[in-house]
């Protein structure tokens, strides 16, 4: 099988549009260059671990780490006050 090469280009649509972008990469391009495909889905699916492994994991640690920071935070609050 002749492998075609595929523009690097290809490499924007899961930078711009993480998972989705990764995908539809990887269908177009995958009976061309396999190798770019597989590349473009996994560059998709990094760039979208990576807010939820700097936001939400932290939050979700700090929440175990620190139960009771969510009691100080509504004693603060001039809401719950009233």
Do not use: Y
């Not at 989705?20 to 699916?45: S, T, Y």
């Not at 009691?71 to 006050?81: G, K, S, T, V, W």
């Amino acid at each position: 099988m002749q492998v075609k090469r595929r523009s690097s280009f290809w490499f924007l649509l899961p930078i711009l549009f993480n998972v989705i972008g990764g995908i539809i990469a990887f269908f177009v391009i995958r009976e061309d260059d396999p190798k770019k495909a597989r590349n473009c889905l996994m560059l998709g699916i990094v760039l979208a671990a990576i807010p939820f492994l700097l936001i939400v994991v932290p939050i979700l640690v700090g929440i175990t780490l620190f139960p009771h920071m969510g009691r100080l935070l509504c004693q603060a609050c001039i809401m719950c006050r009233l």
